[in-house]
């Protein structure tokens, strides 16, 4: 069965990345682009991961992650923060904020999936006998 990942990212060319990278290890990728659709599609489709850029329009990161630990549902899914916010502190307001973890801007293509599967408790190669 195929994990279902909800990225929710404004910036095109980091949808694209990530969801081509994603989607080649066997993921289902689910798209918003912005704080608000990202919300109501976490809802909808109850996804296993949520990948989450902090600086979004209509909502940002933090308040999307706040609002989705408030719904019971949504609770327990690890969200991983995936923004160019890298100042000190930024990891830790990201962890407060309900993130289950960090990843710095601009990603690694070569190690994104094993940090990725790693909030899942998977292998990178479970889903992808290459390993990509």
């Known amino acids: 069965m195929k994990t279902k990942t909800l990225i929710i990212e404004d910036n095109e060319n980091n949808m694209y990345l990530t969801s081509f990278l994603l989607e080649n290890s066997g993921h289902e990728v689910y798209q918003a682009y ?3 659709a990202g919300v109501v599609l976490a809802k909808e489709i109850i996804p ?14 933090y308040d ?8 019971r549902s949504l ?4 969200i991983v923060a995936i923004t ?3 100042m000190p502190g930024d990891r830790e307001k990201a962890l407060e904020a309900g993130c289950n973890g960090y990843i710095k801007k ?8 094993v940090k990725i599967e ?3 408790g998977k292998d990178a190669t479970e889903n992808n006998p290459a390993g990509r």
């Open 64 to 71: 999307v992650a706040r609002e989705l630990r408030r719904d």
């Open 106 to 113: 601009p990603i690694n293509p070569d190690t994104f999936l």
């Open 75 to 78: 609770s327990a899914i690890p």
């Open 34 to 36: 912005d704080g608000q």
């Open 48 to 61: 296993d991961l949520i990948l989450l850029d902090i600086q979004l329009p209509k909502m940002n990161g």
């Open 118 to 120: 790693s909030y899942l």
């Open 84 to 86: 160019s916010y890298a």
